[in-house]
């Protein structure tokens, strides 16, 4: 059985914890920041378009907890390669702004196929949320 993976984000945004909610829950401004495309689908699911070496996957999220703007829960469910995909995002008032810290917890259905989901989601992830840090300036 793979193991699970976790990665964890850690970024101040120089806004309000009401503003940092919008930024990450609202698919209209996250396809502003994010590398992959998010449609909202329904109340409760979105699809996430996300390319990596010449393909796209499609997942589709199912959101699990809104408790704005503290935290917000979703999951992949049904995706052919990712397991126990599960996304939590906090949002922390501090001097200044929000910390946002973010969480992605999964495992791949075969074993060398978690570092490879790795590969791709830590570095993506990561160059998204620098460009929210630079839009949530503004």
């Known amino acids: 059985m793979a193991r699970t993976r976790e990665l964890r984000f850690e970024r101040d945004l120089l806004t309000s914890a009401e503003e940092a909610w919008r930024w990450i829950t609202e698919p209209e401004r996250m396809n502003q920041w994010s590398e992959a495309k998010i449609t909202g689908t329904g109340e409760d699911t979105r699809e996430v378009r996300v390319r990596a070496f010449g ?60 570092p490879l989901l790795s590969a791709i989601l830590e570095p993506g992830l990561g160059r998204s949320l620098d460009v929210l840090v630079r839009l949530a300036q503004a």
């Open 55 to 114: 393909f796209t996957s499609r997942l589709r999220e199912t959101i699990l907890e809104r408790d704005p703007p503290r935290r917000f829960v979703y999951q992949v469910k049904d995706h052919p390669t990712i397991r126990d995909h599960l996304g939590v995002q906090t949002l922390t008032p501090i001097e200044g702004g929000t910390r946002l810290v973010w969480t992605v917890r999964f495992r791949g259905v075969l074993p060398p196929i978690t």
